[in-house]
């Protein structure tokens, strides 16, 4: 009887850790959901406009949000435009420019370089992260630019951002990217020059979400 009354605790116990995984699961998830819907709807940024200054040399520039951006690459050579309607990657050497709707906001969420969604990090990095890894991750703060930015970390790689700008990236000790600057102002120079001609219609980013 006793042995039975133990078995029968110890499923109770596993049922109740399966279905507070769930919950969270589900709760976590829903964060990341909810999240992404705000990015898509033109709400990319928690800073209404900024420009940032990367140590690669990529320049990123925004207005309303992240309704209208713009990223100088680091090749000196490609631009990103993104807007409502539309997202452009400009060749500025050949002045040549691919274009292709922005549908539902899809741009805004492709580039894992330019947005920085913390609930995405939070379910994906932290939460599915621990369960495949054993609780290996790890969330905390770390200063870049002069702003606190939350940083997410496993034994490679740190990523880290501010107010969903994307602000730093670490991967086996070398440091691909960091913002050296960040201020308030931008140049209003989202759209394509009048002598630049079209030759694709789709764009493609390095660095999507998974």
Known sequence: MKKTIKIVAAVMLVAIVMTGCITATVLYANEASKEKTEITS????????ATVTYSDGTVLTFKENGKFIRVEHSDLRTVTIITPEYAYQLDKINKTYAKQENKNGTFYYSDLSLVFPVSWFDYHIIWVGD????????????DVADKECTAYSDDYTTLAGYKRIYMYKEDRGTVYRRAKLLVSTFIDDFAVPVDFKQTGSSIDFAEKFE
């Open 131 to 142: 369960l495949i890894s054993g609780g290996e991750n790890s969330k905390g703060k770390i």
């Open 42 to 49: 033109g709400k990319v940024f928690e800073m209404a406009q």
